[in-house]
């Protein structure tokens, strides 16, 4: 399937990869104490055939940087993406030291395409992009984010709502480097910052697992404070916004609802769960002339910058 996906995609809709990493993401366990291994060289990467290719490590980030954001991006928001990267990598290689792989090549970890493929994604624009992702990875090279001497959960993510999200609300771990902060410039960024979703409502019902009524009624509405729905009641039927959200395959769980005849239309603001570093906030940081080191301390609130 991934073969097939990788001659569809193009420059323009890479961000509908973006968009679901980490979406079912889970943390089993937060892993503290870990101080980055400085010898660390090689990553195990789980491919679509079941079998574990192991890759050094900066060259597997040219095959993720340029599956995770839009070669059009500014250097200093791809050079932002690196780095968080390659921070996600070596959380995985030190949570994941007593397991066969560390990352998957899908948007269950972090999306890794090969050489190859990216000639058949890019075609005559292959040697202008890839020199772009290997120049700016190549410029970060070894660099990671740190918190108290330990390597962050560098989460991130497409499009926020107007601001990232608090790590608790999502993951459940109280995280001090991953809380709210405003993300307003994401809005434009892209055309895509909201949208609608128009189902029947047996479609809604189903999808939602409830018995069909004409009445739609919509109560107990709690928002987090980004402005993301944390709870939402649905005919008397409670749901998170994360779950409802999960069911309706929607772009976030920023959104409103309306009943128009037959039809319930759901308009949602940002794309992905909104925490860590917008990937399309970056990019307009970057535009402000902020290096990615500013768009890193900016998303990942008190951390620094270090070199393994």
């Known amino acids: 399937m991934k073969k097939i996906l990788v001659v569809l995609v193009s420059m323009i809709t890479v961000p509908l990869i973006i968009t679901n990493f980490f979406y079912d993401y889970k943390i089993k366990k937060i892993e503290t104490g870990f101080n980055s291994n400085k010898s660390v060289q090689t990553i195990r990467v789980l491919q679509e055939d079941n079998s574990i290719q192991t890759l050094n490590l900066e060259e597997y980030l040219i095959g993720v940087v340029s599956s995770e954001v839009p070669v059009y991006f500014e250097e200093e928001a791809i050079k932002a993406q690196a780095v968080a990267a390659r921070t996600y990598a070596l959380k995985q290689i030190e949570n994941r030291k007593n ?57 991130f993510f497409s499009t926020s709502n107007g601001k990232t999200e608090d790590n608790k609300n999502v993951f459940g771990k109280d995280l001090p480097y991953l809380r709210v902060v405003d993300s307003s410039f994401d809005e434009s960024e892209t055309s895509s910052f909201t949208s609608s979703k128009s189902f029947t409502m047996l479609e809604f019902y189903n999808k939602l697992g409830l018995s069909y009524n004409e009445n739609l009624n919509i109560t107990d509405e709690v928002r987090t404070e980004s402005g993301r729905v944390s709870n939402i009641k649905i005919n008397g039927t409670k749901f998170t916004g994360r779950n409802f959200q999960s069911k309706l395959s929607l772009r976030s769980n920023d959104f409103s609802i309306k009943k128009e005849g037959n039809n319930v239309i759901i308009t949602t603001k940002g794309f992905g769960h909104g925490v860590g570093m917008s990937q399309y906030g970056a990019n307009a940081l970057a535009k402000q002339n902020k290096t990615y080191e500013d768009i890193l301390k900016y998303y990942y609130q008190g951390t620094k910058i270090e070199k393994l």
Do not use: H, M, P
Request: with cysteine; glycine share 2%; charged share 35%.
């Open 99 to 155: 397991e066969t792989y560390d990352v998957t090549d899908n948007t269950s970890s972090q999306v890794y395409q090969t050489d190859s493929e990216l000639r058949i994604k890019w075609k005559e624009n292959y040697d202008t992009y890839i020199n772009k992702i290997k120049k700016c990875v190549k410029d970060t090279e070894g660099e990671y984010v740190s918190y108290n001497d330990e390597v962050i959960y560098a989460f």
